[in-house]
């Protein structure tokens, strides 16, 4: 299981540096494959997928709502202003990211209305607010990290903060806590987790974090408009240690939503780590905070 796991986690990170450093349509079709199958994971866990064929509106709706979101965020993110300023360029980003997010998320609430209302009593209204809950925690949190790579000039770069965060502080946090952990964190929840090592995974990002900010001083600027986008090590910390913050509760939430229904992976998919919101779920919490923490910082 160990071998089957590291191999497992060697590809991710493999195919992980590929598609962010090609980015654009690359980026953009795997992350919404990642995230169809996120949402059907959801779905089977949360019971508003079944294996009733009469019973597929919800799964189809939401198939086709996460392709048509992507292309949406993807034909919006690149339009894009010429680079003749850095603050003109940025605010033409930022409004096309936020139109883009606001567009997506309302027709997407309203969609799921109308198929509730046109399928009225098919389905009851706990399983119409799972699909929608579903479909902003997997396809509309993942698509950030796609926002994050595109929606800032050094996007290719500051793209891996969400990574040091969520996969970066769990291993941090894990050899903490298999060296000196020895306080439970959440007992009930998850066991295996310690208050120690959830300190090292947080001062472990922040570490990472601020190293990284310096790398990217170091090598990876853009001369004429270094001022708009410095990044200090000091900030660089602060958003690594809150990004950690934020991927342990995405961790704890995801195992929270398994033991709530009685289940041992969200998926199969993965050899050794289970299924998309098995591995992903740190991600998954983290991208947006990390795109919204860039935004302020070097807005």
Request: hydrophobic share 55%; glycine share 10%.
């Amino acid at each position: 299981m160990f071998w089957t796991r590291l191999g497992s986690g060697i590809l991710l990170v493999a195919a992980a540096i590929i598609l962010i450093t090609a980015g654009g349509p690359a980026l953009a079709a795997a992350l919404c494959l990642i995230s169809v199958i996120a949402y059907r994971e959801l779905g089977k866990a949360l019971g508003f997928i079944t294996d009733d064929k009469k019973k597929r509106a919800l799964e189809y709706t939401g198939i086709s709502l996460t392709v048509l979101y992507y292309i949406w965020v993807f034909c919006s993110v690149s339009i894009k202003a010429p680079v003749s300023s850095v603050p003109a360029a940025q605010l033409n980003t930022s409004v096309s990211v936020y139109r883009a997010l606001a567009f997506g998320m309302v027709a997407a609430f309203i969609v799921y209305l109308f198929v509730y209302v046109l399928l009225f009593p098919a389905y009851h209204g706990r399983e119409i607010t799972a699909a929608c809950f579903s479909f902003l925690y997997a396809p509309v949190m993942l698509s950030f990290l796609y926002l994050t790579r595109e929606g800032f000039l050094l996007g290719r770069y500051l793209v891996w903060f969400i990574f040091l965060c969520s996969w970066g502080s769990d291993t941090c946090a894990y050899a903490v806590g298999v060296l000196i952990g020895k306080h439970k964190m959440t007992p009930k929840l998850s066991p295996k987790k310690s208050i120690e090592g959830a300190v090292g995974g947080v001062a472990g990002a922040a570490l990472l974090s601020a190293l990284y900010a310096c790398l990217m001083q170091r090598y990876f600027t853009v001369p004429s408009y270094t001022d708009s986008y410095s990044l200090s090590m000091g900030a660089a910390a602060a958003l690594g240690a809150a990004g950690a913050l934020v991927s342990m509760v995405g961790d704890l939430a995801a195992s929270a939503f398994k033991r709530d229904y009685g289940i041992k992976d969200y998926g199969k998919l993965i050899p050794g780590h289970g299924g998309i919101m098995d591995r992903f779920d740190s991600v998954i919490v983290v991208a947006p905070l990390i795109f919204i923490g860039l935004s302020l910082i070097m807005g």
